[in-house]
């Protein structure tokens, strides 16, 4: 929540007005993203039945995971895996929109709206998940099959990973945004993969919470992507007598 709270500040001190607007935004592509949901073909669901497959699967090792991760540490590691969880906070959306905003790059600024958009979005269904099921943080000692413990604590909040969740939202959107380059998006789906990885190797998560987050995370990016094409929704630098800033338009 500190994450959302510190981009929010820095975006208003760029934009008030877009600030504004992508709050206001939130809510519709929500509402679009429910209408989506009624479209939904046998391919969707086999791709959605896919992932549960697999996070299923993939908790049958989650003890052997932790234990691979523990028996691995080193000083290197320890030093790197701080970074690469950076990846999965808003530090690369504020980076792409302060670095657009400063060189009157609109496809930068657009690239790290969408992202911070798709961040929140994923976020949403991941704390909703983190506070249904309460699973225990692997660092408690208390086992990957620790469920139904309290809710709002950060303890047992381990199922999703949030972190996974904001680090593949915000690769899926720069990798959309940039397909036409060849190193971009296998440069953010490896950063986001070095960031989900980190928080099993840091002991706060189990590697089934990083599969569903990174999950929640691409089909958001997916998702956001396709909604803000649809609408044909940019983000334009202005200026005026007043100063500058931005705006929103589209055609909706």
Request: with cysteine; hydrophobic share 40%.
């Amino acid at each position: 929540m500190k994450y959302i709270f510190l981009f929010l500040l820095s975006l208003s001190l760029f934009s008030e007005s877009l600030t504004l607007s992508l709050v206001e935004e939130i809510p519709k592509d929500i509402k679009n993203i429910g209408n989506n949901l009624k479209t939904l073909n046998k391919t969707d669901y086999a791709v959605g039945v896919g992932v549960i497959g697999t996070t299923l699967l993939i908790m049958q090792f989650d003890e052997d995971i932790k234990e691979f991760a523990n028996k691995n540490k080193s000083d290197t590691l320890d030093k790197l895996a701080p970074a690469f969880r950076k990846f999965g906070e808003f530090y690369p959306p504020l980076i792409l929109i302060s670095t657009g905003y400063l060189l009157d790059n609109e496809k930068s600024v657009e690239t790290g709206i969408y992202a911070t958009e798709a961040s929140l979005l994923g976020l949403g269904i991941t704390f909703l998940g983190k506070n249904i099921f309460t699973r225990a943080r692997p660092y408690t000692g208390n086992g990957s099959n620790s469920w139904g413990n309290e809710s709002f604590n950060k303890d047992y909040s381990s199922f999703p990973s949030g972190h996974s969740t904001v680090s593949f939202a915000t690769a899926t959107v720069i990798a959309e945004m940039y397909k036409d380059c060849k190193y971009i998006p296998k440069l953010s789906y490896t950063l986001a993969t070095l960031a989900a990885l980190s928080r099993i190797y840091d002991d706060k998560h189990w590697a089934s919470d990083v599969i569903l987050g990174s999950s929640i995370g691409y089909f958001s990016g997916k998702t956001l992507i396709k909604i803000k094409k649809n609408k044909n929704f940019k983000i334009v630098p202005i200026a005026d007598s007043n100063g500058y800033g931005l705006t929103l338009l589209g055609e909706f």
